[in-house]
């Protein structure tokens, strides 16, 4: 089989850090093709055939072309259904809906605020623009109803979908790494009993330890 490419920089992006935690859980073979973002490499031409917004990632399998890191984590978990963890994405179509529940659950009500929060909190100093006082005080207000809601429902369940490990949780991982690791307001999940047991064993993954490891090795020449 050959290795699919997934066209990413060398630094951590989150949406990158999502499409190699599915690949590895998948067990598929594949290379990161290097974007430079600080060089604007994702806004030339060539990448713009492949990734039309200028975003990283884009995927390739043969002459498939995808960009999206939801869409391409789903794609690759039917792909290669019986491979690797093969509950990663359900096995029946109430498990499907109830993974593309939560999925949506991280992208639509999760992600807004918490990547606001982050962007402020630990970006905006990086780059040397100013603190929004009312943004961070909204986003950490949204972000904690949303978490209330996760408190429950990990009540009930172990994983969000379910008692499988699936892609509803590993889409979550790598924006809830930067909250927990790169900002001071961890808090929002350490202090839920139910998210921070979630958050603990779905963190502790080879998989996802894997792609920290890859985030952490020196730069590629
Ligand atoms: N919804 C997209 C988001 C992609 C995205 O925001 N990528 C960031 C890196 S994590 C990026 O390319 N930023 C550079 C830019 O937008 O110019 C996905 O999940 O693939």
């Known amino acids: 089989m050959a290795s699919v490419k997934v066209y990413g920089p060398t630094l951590p992006s989150a949406s990158v850090s999502r499409v190699l935690a599915c690949l590895i859980e998948k067990d598929v073979e594949f290379q990161v093709i ?6 604007g490499q994702h806004k030339l031409p060539q990448h713009l055939k492949i990734q039309p917004f200028g ?8 002459d498939i072309i995808l960009f999206e890191s939801r869409a391409i984590c789903r794609y690759v978990s039917e792909k290669y259904q019986n491979q690797g ?29 918490n990547s606001a929060l982050i962007f402020q909190l630990a970006f905006a100093p990086m780059m040397e623009l100013e603190q929004d006082p009312i943004v961070i005080k909204q986003s950490e207000k949204k972000l904690a109803k949303v978490l209330d809601v996760y408190e429950r429902r990990l009540e009930e369940s172990r994983y969000l979908a379910g008692e499988e490990f699936t892609l509803a949780d590993l889409s979550h991982l790598p924006m809830t790494q930067y909250l927990v690791n790169k900002t001071d307001r961890g808090e929002l999940i350490t202090s839920r009993k139910n998210v921070a047991r979630w958050w603990g064993e779905i963190s502790r993954r080879d ?3 894997k792609v920290i490891e890859m985030q952490n090795a020196p730069p590629r020449a």
């Open 34 to 39: 290097s974007v430079e973002l600080s060089k």
């Open 85 to 113: 963890n093969t509950a990663l994405f359900g096995t029946n179509p109430l498990t499907k809906a109830l993974i593309d529940q939560w999925l949506e659950a991280e992208g639509q009500n999760f992600n807004p605020p």
């Open 207 to 209: 998989s996802w330890k």
């Open 55 to 62: 975003q990283v990632p884009a995927f390739q399998d043969e």
